[in-house]
């Protein structure tokens, strides 16, 4: 697609279930980045992606928090039994290997509520 | 670790005057970026401007333009006739420079700018 694609736009869901959020970067974009940003606040970095290498995990709040990324493609990030404060919008971005000065494009996020 | 920090929470400006925006960071990197990113309510993030900080020269996009101070690690953006579509949060951000690794982008806390008819 022409941009960063992230689904659903929205997700309520209940305390204690678990999410998905999915993340289909710009085709041919080897770095992928999820970041999570709560009411009125800075985006929190979560964890990074670049191309065969060992992902940087070092941004995830808590071991209820993973994410893969299939054929150094699409993206999903796991919330195993959410609590009340996952609440946040949920913002992807990827770019290309930094070989050349680049920037991230960023999707429009995912919004999730927890109940 | 790097910290970014804007020191604006809100800021407001009248239409078609200039706006300035704060930002500092705290690296002990010698080669990286800086950006300053705009996320309208749409939650769009959208790269206004960057800078490489082994350039000297300030960068300019347009109306848009930063006054990047390397030694006191200050890199504030310049709005020049302000739009009423400029309304938006502002973050400033900071990424090192890899050559084939890359790294993660660290954001500012961001500076609200409402720009009054």
């Known amino acids: 697609g022409a941009g960063v694609s992230q689904s659903p736009s929205n997700k309520v869901t209940e305390k204690g279930k678990d999410v998905e959020l999915r993340c289909d970067p710009i085709?041919?974009?080897?770095?992928l980045y999820w970041y999570r940003q709560s009411l009125g606040q800075g985006l929190e970095f979560l964890i990074y992606?670049?191309?065969?290498?060992?992902?940087?995990k070092s941004g995830l709040p808590s071991d209820r928090f993973s994410a893969e990324r299939t054929g150094g493609s699409v993206s999903t990030l796991t919330i195993q039994r959410t609590q009340q404060e996952d609440s946040a919008v949920y913002l992807c971005a990827s770019s290309l290997m930094w070989t050349v000065i680049t920037e991230a494009f960023f999707g429009q996020g995912t919004r999730l509520t927890v109940v | 670790a790097q910290t970014v920090t804007q020191s604006q929470p809100e800021m407001s400006v009248q239409e078609a005057e200039t706006v300035t925006l704060s930002c500092t960071y705290d690296t002990s990197e010698n080669n990286y970026y800086l950006f300053w990113y705009k996320q309208p309510p749409s939650r769009q993030m959208i790269l206004v401007i960057r800078q490489e900080a082994y350039k000297q020269q300030n960068a300019t996009e347009n109306r848009f333009s930063v006054n990047f101070q390397k030694a006191a690690k200050s890199f504030s953006l310049k709005i020049s006739d302000s739009q009423l579509g400029d309304t938006a949060m502002y973050f400033c951000?900071?990424?090192?420079?890899?050559?084939?690794?890359?790294?993660?982008?660290?954001f500012g806390e961001g500076t609200q700018l409402t720009v009054n008819p």
């Open positions: 992606f670049q191309g065969n290498s060992a992902p940087d």
């Open positions: 085709s041919g974009h080897t770095a």
């Open positions: 951000a900071f990424m090192k420079r890899r050559e084939t690794s890359g790294s993660r982008l660290t």
